[in-house]
C-alpha cells in the first residue's frame, strides 16, 4: 500500500471503521501525511507571525487544532486495526490509552503501543479478518 492508496483509505474509505484489519503500511504511510501537514502549518505560522510570539496567535493554529479534531477518529480507528492485525483486541488500546495518564506507566504503555505498531501481522487470517496483505492465504497448514 503507498502513500496515497493509504492516506485515501483512512479518510474516505475507513473513517470510523474499527473492524478488519490494518498493515503497517497504511498505518506508517498515514502518520507521515499527518505529520507532515502538522509541519507544514506550523512552518506557516512560524513564518507569517516571524516567530514564536504568543500574542499572536494567527489562524494556522486553529487549522491544527480543526485537523487534529478532524483526524481524531480516523487515528484511533486506525490504530484499533493495528492492533486487530497482530491479533489483539482494540480494547487493549483503550487500556494502554489510560494508563498513559499514570506516571512512570505512560512509558511502557507508548514502547508497549510502538512496539505493537512496528512488528508485522500475523500471516493469514486471525479471529479479527483476513490478511490484509494476502487476502487469499488460509490459516490451514495442510490446505
Known sequence: MGFTESVRTVLTQKYATFSGRAPRSEYWWFQLFYWLVGMALLTANFLITGGLRPQEVGIFPIIGGLLSIAVIVPQISLQVRRFH?????????????V????????????????VINVL???????????DPLRPEARAEVFA
Not at 492485525?85 to 490509552?97: Q, V
Not at 494508563?99 to 514502547?111: G, K, N, R, T, Y
Open 120 to 130: 508485522r501481522g500475523t500471516e493469514g487470517p486471525n479471529k479479527f479478518g483476513p
Open 85 to 97: 492485525d497482530r491479533n489483539i483486541s482494540g480494547w487493549w488500546y483503550l487500556g494502554l490509552l
Open 99 to 114: 494508563s498513559c495518564f499514570i506516571p512512570f506507566v505512560a512509558i511502557l504503555s507508548i514502547i508497549a503501543i510502538f
